[in-house]
């Protein structure tokens, strides 16, 4: 057993097992709740101990970070879709917290779900976005990383409206998907300029053209790919502008909000610039963005924050805070702090997630809290603002800084109105087609 | 203006009653959630609920028909209920000339093409008959009216003709302001708002944001802008928006309460918080039911105004619309010819319509389908089981059901539902036990605030007024006492510490990489071993904040608090007295308090002691015990002629109905001699509890695997730790009885949990005065809770609070599905869905004129039982007649013949039948 084995092991058993539940689905229809949670226990603990497994050996024999470099999937003059794997710090610590997160939450979900319409399609879809971030955790090259990127996106937004019979839960949906869709032709974009001018999307390839593109005075490339990487980073991890869409997600079952918005997919952003990391610090304007991003963003979502009055969207303000912090701590290099912070603000944010429902029951058993107190917050840089302005920033903080009302507005004039243009032009064409067909009808 | 009241001071009393009535769940406490409805009888006030609740409350029609098919419903139920029902709701009449077909309802409840959601399309055999159908109407179309209250807003239409919701609409903007100004101390940052009020925040936040906001907020707060210019107050602005259109005065109530309705939850509670503030967990913020009222009016109508002016359409020609039901030619002749082939000669029927009488005919169709086909299954339906029942227990009453005359143990339970298994399992361990039932609060009429949760929280049922204030208190008062109380406060902070703290940006980052790492630990224990990782951290808790020795200070301190010795001995002579120990005092007397323990649960109130305010009712009976022991309140006593003796010790003991396990109370007072009882009775209960708890596994699926009791105790104490279970107990679930008597009726029959059981005994009662307490005490909490089942079960997106998973506690006061939404109301669907709804049959043994003379001089039970909102049954042990009240009169029951299956003990009965029946003898010589 080597390092390599464990890799391709780690690779294979998701997939294998959701091809599985997929194939039993199209044979027998969803599986019988009893089975279900057979296969998935035998499957989490299994994709568990690898995951352990794999940690451990990594830094029980000090292995030095390398690539695995496969046959390319296919490739075409210069052009070539290579297929490598990272094993380094970054993909074993990710992969082992992904495993171990994943399944508390299937053993969780067990009696959570029970007997609860649509269990099946929410087993199936956890799975499939295990086998998602496992693609995105190992991959070494853009491409590969897309394909696990988009896995994890899907599954969210399908998790989001896992009540479908809700009307809320369908619309936001609806917001998470356009938020992750304008964020992925990021990587869309990255990719092919990086295929065209590096003839490689490798992350560590990437990394070693920056000098021959400055040297070739097509530097703005370089700066363009990075901003594109920064781009598509912003959407997962619900940085500004694309915050609006993570309070509202809070539609489905508990758990799939802990590991998706606590844990997994929201930490998915910083894990995709520290990837690019060699690649981005090469210029100090690139770090400089994700700062000013990061540091933004945890203004903002501190402030709504603490106004927000209810578990879950609590949760999710209070998770965009701290990926604010790791977005700071990214650009000013502090890369292993990042990795521990993001590892551990996974595990908090999702053992506050699991436990959202207690909070009546916390709160009645306190000591402290009982009728005509006050609880005492500690202090906090808002009661420096006097009095007035205090109000105003209240306001405006309770209402998210209107900032769905400003992406909206800006989708709207970007986007909607140029393609009812669009159709305009395409209603206008129908009529002088068809009085043109008119005319040569009529002759 | 000044001289005539302004509508909303006249309405708000009738708006105020109908609102739903809605406790923080803090304090949460079962209630029928239609009890302002009670004046009504039970199918009519359901009807007038249903408008506003815009729900269903019944189950659906396929309900009904699987039961008849499965042989739950028969012909005979529905023959039993059908003169009676149509002599209470006769607001329908035969089709014209068919007034000697009596029965013809019936055929229409059978017949699947003219249900409420057809299942069968119409289709024409016979051509003749179709023909002379056919030219009846003469008109393209038939236009019906109907009495039935129609709805005055416009919200269905814009959502039918333009697919504008207007919850998109308002919901964000009215939401996020009430869960804000009501928070309770979730939030960071408290609202600054919480004294000036909600008018007050909503008239600031709405000019501060409008610019940044959609149109309509734009045109709102211009509007009240303009408002405010001429210097209008609130209820100004709310006369003038409601008189922007032409109602009257009955309607304009209707609007307001629609409109109150979209958001019942939060109306419910704003309405709560300004009449009980005291029920706030900590403050209420200064609300108002009439400046929300304007807010959600000027909301309304602006959107009204908004989208007219969208859709270029005038908005008084919308309002004077009419919602009549327009049927076609065909659809009319096509219903004509289908209800002729149910008559007993159709062509004779058909022949004597005019196009009059057709069209009156099926005007007497659809009022049935609206107003009755429903209701007369859910009759039927109730009509079996309450003949099941009530047969199965009379004919129990021939068989011997030993009752030990003298018990070595006299154990007190609550009436609870929960608590009948147990008593049975108890009894059958030790056959020398005799049990009671009586309401778990034991009479102690309390507002208690325990040394952990300091809030005074009545534990007492909700139609009690508590009437003292009780403090638990260290036991020792020197340094460990205020150590220990130290100990617990320093925790309390340090819990609110992280909740806060975690949240914020630095204080976050720190707390998150510290404790961040560490969260791993009860990540993955809770989840994967919530037994082990329980007891792991009782044991650390048991270090940090070592538990001290408490006790109650029952004694007067002042007018509000503590209870003087002449009280106490009240408090215990009216309960002994429901007993009815008849001068037998054993020498250990048990009074059992429950509750139940659950993780991870908002709504841990609906599972508690219901007589104790949903709260555990331990308290109660430490209270109750002390009292009881004392010297002085049994000197007391015996001047009073109750002579209770000084061998005989009263002990209290608490019953975790999830967990299921009975702990004694306060052992370290008990005193030395009677050490041997305490053994003994704890192996009892040990034994019991375990045969109680493989007896409700039986409801758990999930619980095939488990074979014996022993298994079935581990998976219920699990069931309790378990953060990810939504189902710890079922709770009241399938409750359907309430007997008051004396035990030998229900000694030895199973029951299957399904019967709240009240001790009373006639005999030794003559002037009834007994009788008043247990009535008054009982029944109204056995109908609430029955109720409160019912609603949530029938329809539980609209009565109840949907699905448990994605509930997302908010201000402290509630739950709300998902980011945003209504606050919910009633139950969650996890914990209702093995219900079975239908209305309580309460038995009650006494003599008619006492009962009779309690009932009629007492208004909520006059209401219960005169409006038919429970099952009222008396078995008058003078006369020996069961008479059954149909909400005028008594009417004799004949008891059927039946023969019960009789099982050695429940636990052969579990074995065999896996608790699929509901009703057998146990351990009877037949």
Redesign the interface.
């Known amino acids: 057993m080597n390092m390599n084995t464990l890799l391709y092991l780690n690779l294979a058993i998701p997939f294998a097992f959701i091809i599985l539940l997929a194939l039993s689905f199209f044979l027998n229809g969803p599986l019988r709740e009893k089975n279900l949670q057979r296969a998935w226990t035998l499957a989490s603990v299994l994709i568990a101990i690898l995951g352990l497994t794999q940690l451990g050996y990594f830094y029980i024999y000090q292995i030095p970070a390398y690539a695995v470099n496969l046959p390319p999937w296919f490739s075409y003059r210069q052009y070539s879709f290579d297929t490598v794997f990272l094993i380094d710090h970054l993909s074993v610590v990710y992969g082992a917290l992904s495993a ?1 997160i994943l399944s ?1 939450i299937i ?10 319409e649509g269990h099946f399609r929410y087993f199936f879809l956890i799975g499939l976005l295990y086998c998602g971030l496992i693609l995105v955790c190992y991959a070494g090259t853009l491409d590969i990383l897309f394909i696990g990127w988009e896995l994890v996106g899907t599954t969210s937004v399908l998790l989001i409206a ?2 479908h019979q ?4 369908v ?2 949906s609806i917001k998470a998907l356009i938020g992750y869709r304008l964020c992925d032709m990021g990587i869309l974009a990255a990719s092919a300029w990086a295929h065209h001018h590096m003839e490689t999307t490798s992350f560590r390839g990437m990394a070693q053209h920056v000098y021959e593109l400055d040297h070739e005075g097509h530097f703005y490339i370089y700066i363009m790919i990075g901003l594109f990487i920064i781009w598509a980073s912003l959407a997962k991890a619900a940085q500004l502008p694309f915050s609006a869409w993570l ?9 799939s909000s802990a590991v998706f918005y606590g844990a997994l997919s929201i930490h998915l952003g910083p894990f995709l610039l520290l990837r690019a990391a060699p690649f981005l610090e090469q210029h100090w304007s690139l770090t400089l963005i994700i700062g000013l991003i990061g540091g933004a963003t ?2 903002y979502a ?1 402030l709504v ?11 999710a ?2 998770t965009m ?2 990926l604010g ?1 790791i977005f700071v701590e990214i650009s000013l290099g502090f890369y292993k702090l990042a990795l ?2 993001m ?10 997630f ?22 005492k ?2 202090f ?1 840089i ?1 009661r420096l603002i006097p009095g007035p302005l ?3 920033l ?6 998210e800084f ?1 900032l769905d ?2 992406t909206t507005n800006f989708l709207k004039y970007a986007f909607y109105k140029p393609i009812a243009q669009f159709k305009r032009f395409d209603r206008w064409l129908m009529e002088v087609n068809n009085k043109i067909v008119g005319i040569v009808l009529r002759k | 203006m000044s001289s005539h009241q302004y509508s909303f001071e006249r309405m708000q009393k009738s708006i105020r009653s109908k609102l739903p009535i809605q406790n923080p769940l803090q304090t949460f406490v079962h209630n029928n959630i239609l009890m302002m409805f009670e004046d009504k009888k039970f199918h009519t006030a359901l009807r007038d609920a249903s408008f506003y609740y815009q729900a269903r409350p019944y189950r659906e029609e396929d309900f009904f028909i699987d039961h008849f098919k499965a042989g739950r419903i028969t012909d005979k139920d529905i023959e039993d209920i059908y003169d009676s029902y149509f002599k209470v709701y006769g607001d329908i009449k035969l089709p014209h000339g068919l007034e000697n077909e009596k029965r013809f309802w019936k055929k229409l409840l059978f017949a699947d093409h003219l249900r409420i959601h057809p299942r069968k399309i119409l289709t024409v055999t016979n051509q003749d008959l179709w023909q002379k159908a056919y030219e009846l109407f003469t008109a393209p179309e038939s236009r019906f009216k109907f009495s039935y209250k129609r709805s005055l807003r416009l919200k269905s239409y814009w959502r039918e003709e333009y697919d504008e919701s207007m919850e998109q609409y308002s919901y964000p903007l009215v939401i996020r302001l009430l869960s804000s100004f009501l928070d309770q101390g979730m939030s960071f940052w408290p609202n600054p708002f919480a004294k000036k009020g909600l008018w007050a925040f909503f008239i600031y936040s709405l000019n501060e944001t409008a610019a940044m906001e959609d149109e309509w907020v734009k045109e709102l707060n211009n509007k009240v802008q303009a408002y405010l210019v001429k210097g209008f107050s609130v209820s100004e602005i709310l006369e003038q928006e409601l008189l922007a259109r032409e109602f009257d005065p009955d309607q304009q109530e209707n609007y307001l309460l629609e409109i109150l309705f979209d958001l019942k939850g939060w109306s419910g509670m704003i309405n709560k918080l300004e009449l009980e503030p005291h029920q706030a967990p900590l403050k209420a913020p200064k609300c108002s039911l009439e400046e929300y009222t304007a807010i959600l009016l000027l909301i309304e109508n602006t959107l009204n105004q908004h989208l007219a002016k969208k859709y270029s359409l005038d908005l008084a020609t919308l309002f004077s619309q009419s919602d009549d039901i327009v049927l076609s030619k065909m659809e009319s002749s096509l219903l004509i010819y289908e209800m002729s082939k149910l008559t007993e000669n159709p062509e004779i029927w058909i022949n004597q319509l005019t196009t009059t009488t057709a069209q009156d005919a099926l005007e007497q169709l659809m009022i049935f389908n609206r107003h009755h086909r429903l209701p007369l299954w859910q009759e039927a339906y109730e009509q079996h089981f309450y003949c099941e029942s009530l047969n199965s227990i009379l004919v129990h009453q021939k068989n011997d059901r030993s009752i030990p005359q003298k018990p070595k143990y006299q154990l007190s339970f609550c009436i609870d539902d929960r608590e009948e298994s147990i008593r049975r399992h108890v009894e059958e361990v030790a056959p020398e036990i005799a049990t009671f039932g009586v309401v778990g609060f034991f009479n102690v009429d309390m507002k208690f605030s325990g040394i952990n949760q300091r809030r005074l929280v009545a534990q007492c049922p909700p139609v009690v007024t508590p009437r003292k204030i009780i403090r638990e208190v260290c036991h020792s008062h020197g340094e460990t006492g205020v150590k220990s109380q130290n100990s617990h406060d320093n925790w309390g902070r340090y819990l609110l510490s992280v909740y806060y703290n975690s949240r914020t940006l630095i204080r976050g980052f720190l707390v998150s990489l510290v404790l961040g790492l560490a969260s791993f630990i009860p990540l993955t224990m809770k989840v994967l071993m919530p037994r082990t990782a329980s007891k792991l951290r009782r044991m650390a808790l048991n270090i940090i904040t070592p538990v001290p020795k408490t006790k109650l200070l029952l004694d007067k301190v002042s007018e509000t608090e503590g209870y003087s010795k002449e009280e106490m001995a009240g408090i215990v002579k009216s309960l002994f007295d429901i007993c009815s120990f008849k001068n037998y005092y054993s020498d250990f007397i048990v009074m059992v308090s429950h509750g139940a323990s659950s993780a991870n649960n908002p709504f841990k109130q609906a599972y508690g002691c219901g007589a104790c305010g949903g709260n555990q009712g331990f308290p109660n009976a430490r209270a109750f015990s002390t009292m009881a022991n004392d010297p002085e309140v049994r000197k007391i006593l015996r001047t009073q002629g109750m002579d209770i003796p000084d061998t005989s010790y009263i002990q209290a003991a608490f019953h975790d109905t999830t967990s299921d396990s009975i702990i004694f109370l306060n052992e370290e007072l008990t005193p030395e001699r009677y050490a041997a009882d305490l053994t003994y009775l704890k192996k009892v209960f040990k034994e019991a509890c375990e045969r109680n708890a493989w007896e409700r596994c039986q409801r758990f699926n999930s619980s095939s695997a488990i074979k014996d009791q022993k298994s079935a105790q581990m998976h219920v104490r699990e069931r309790a730790e378990d953060l990810a279970q939504p189902r710890p107990e079922y709770g009241h679930n399938r409750v359907a009885l309430a007997v008051v008597g004396k035990r030998d009726l229900t000694k030895n029959i199973f029951l299957n949990h399904r019967s709240f059981l009240c001790t009373y005994d006639w005999e030794t009662d003559p002037h009834g005065e007994v009788l008043t307490q247990v009535m008054l005490g009982c029944v109204p909490v056995c109908v609430n809770i029955n109720m409160d089942y019912y609603f949530s079960h029938v329809d539980n997106e609209k009565f109840g609070c949907g699905s448990k998973l994605p509930l997302n506690v908010t201000s402290l006061l509630g739950v709300m599905t998902g980011a945003q939404s209504d606050l919910r109301i009633g139950l969650a669907r996890q914990m209702v869905e093995l219900h079975e709804p239908m209305r309580i049959l309460v038995l009650i043994e006494a003599p008619r004129a006492r009962i009779m003379n309690i009932v009629d001089n007492n208004p909520r039970l006059k209401k219960m039982s005169y409006n038919l909102w429970m099952k009222f049954v008396i078995k008058d042990p003078e006369t020996k007649e069961v008479l059954i009240f149909n909400g005028e009169e008594f009417l004799p029951y004949q008891a059927e013949e039946l023969i019960l299956p009789n099982f050695a003990s429940s636990s052969e009965l579990i074995r065999k039948t896996a608790t699929k029946i509901d009703f057998a003898h146990i351990g009877v010589s037949v």
């Open positions: 171990v508390v053993k969780f979900s067990f009696n959570y779900l029970y007997k609860e896992f009540f809700n009307v809320s839960s619309r936001n309070p509202k997600a809070m539609e489905g079952p508990t758990p945890a203004m501190t924050g603490r106004t927000r009055s209810d578990a879950k969207t609590m949760l303000y209070a805070t701290q912090v521990i912070h590892v551990a603000n996974a595990s908090l944010r999702s053992w506050q699991l436990r959202a429902s207690s909070l009546i029951q916390d709160f009645q058993e306190n000591p402290l809290v009982y009728q005509d107190t006050v609880i917050r500690q906090s808002e205090r109000m105003r209240y306001i405006h903080a309770l209402n209107h009302y400003f």
